[in-house]
């Protein structure tokens, strides 16, 4: 089984694919026109085109023809590309989530246990899981794990093996982490008795 892939799907599951609908230029105009405050004769005025025209733009009720066009930006000052440029989304800001020992969502394979954190945060650029590692040998895997993006382990008990396919195994114990590409193949094994864990922070792409 591919551990990130079934985890990078867990975490962009929370919605539809976002699809951009064609621009209404006409709304557009009004929006630009009423962000300034303007009534229609002020901005017509502005414009330098009737107010009965702007009227049948911003309704849908004409195409206007370049010369117009011109005008329109001139008149909001913006430039012609603006006008059929989508305002930028609004960004939102201050977002947090809270998970609580054991709160976060398991999610269990053969190698390893996970527990999916930060899960009420839907569009994440970042995907953070705590791991309990089950594998004692890379026998165990079914290949390698290669995923797009990097990522960012911790070891947070125990002694693991960290294998990647350009490099020799490596060691770690508690407090250690790695940076790594994650396009290259790459496993993590138990070399303690116990059970070690782990917090794995992975880049979604």
Same mark, same amino acid.
Not at 25 to 45: C, I, M, N, S
Not at 56 to 77: F, H, R, V
Not at 178 to 204: K, P, Q
């Given at each position: 089984?591919?551990?990130?892939?079934?985890?990078?799907?867990?975490?962009?599951?929370? +919605?539809? *694919?976002?699809?951009?609908p064609?621009?209404?230029?006409?709304?557009?105009?009004?929006?630009?026109?009423?962000?300034?405050?303007?009534?229609? &004769?002020?901005?017509?005025?502005?414009?330098g085109?009737?107010?009965?025209?702007?009227?049948?733009?911003?309704?849908?009720?004409?195409?206007?023809?370049?010369?117009?066009?011109?005008?329109?930006?001139?008149?909001?000052?913006?430039?012609?590309?603006?006008?059929?440029? *989508? *305002?930028?989304? &609004?960004?939102?800001? +201050?977002?947090?989530?809270?998970?609580?020992t +054991? &709160? +976060?969502?398991?999610?269990a394979?053969?190698?390893?246990?996970?527990?999916?954190?930060?899960?009420?945060?839907?569009?994440?650029?970042?995907?953070?899981?705590?791991?309990?590692?089950?594998?004692?040998?890379? &026998?165990?895997?079914?290949?390698?794990?290669?995923?797009?993006?990097?990522?960012?382990?911790?070891?947070?008990?125990?002694?693991?093996?960290?294998?990647?396919?350009?490099?020799?195994?490596?060691?770690?114990?508690?407090?250690?982490?790695?940076?790594?590409?994650?396009?290259?193949?790459?496993n993590?094994?138990?070399?303690?008795?116990?059970?070690?864990?782990?917090?794995?922070?992975?880049?979604?792409?």
């Amino acid at each position: 089984m591919n551990r990130n892939a079934s985890l990078i799907e867990i975490a962009r599951a929370g +919605g539809e *694919p976002e699809i951009t609908p064609p621009l209404d230029l006409g709304a557009r105009v009004r929006d630009l026109r009423k962000a300034r405050g303007w009534t229609l &004769e002020q901005a017509a005025r502005q414009a330098g085109l009737a107010r009965s025209t702007l009227s049948k733009i911003e309704n849908g009720q004409m195409s206007p023809t370049y010369e117009a066009l011109k005008k329109l930006a001139t008149g909001l000052e913006i430039s012609v590309p603006q006008l059929f440029t *989508p *305002p930028a989304a &609004e960004k939102i800001n +201050g977002r947090m989530a809270v998970t609580r020992t +054991g &709160e +976060g969502t398991a999610k269990a394979t053969t190698t390893y246990e996970h527990e999916l954190l930060a899960e009420t945060l839907r569009k994440k650029q970042m995907l953070p899981y705590r791991a309990r590692i089950r594998a004692r040998s890379m &026998e165990e895997f079914d290949g390698w794990v290669r995923h797009d993006g990097e990522e960012f382990l911790y070891v947070l008990t125990g002694v693991i093996t960290l294998y990647t396919e350009f490099y020799e195994p490596v060691e770690m114990r508690r407090g250690d982490s790695a940076y790594y590409d994650a396009t290259m193949g790459h496993n993590v094994v138990s070399a303690s008795a116990e059970d070690a864990t782990i917090l794995w922070v992975t880049a979604l792409s």
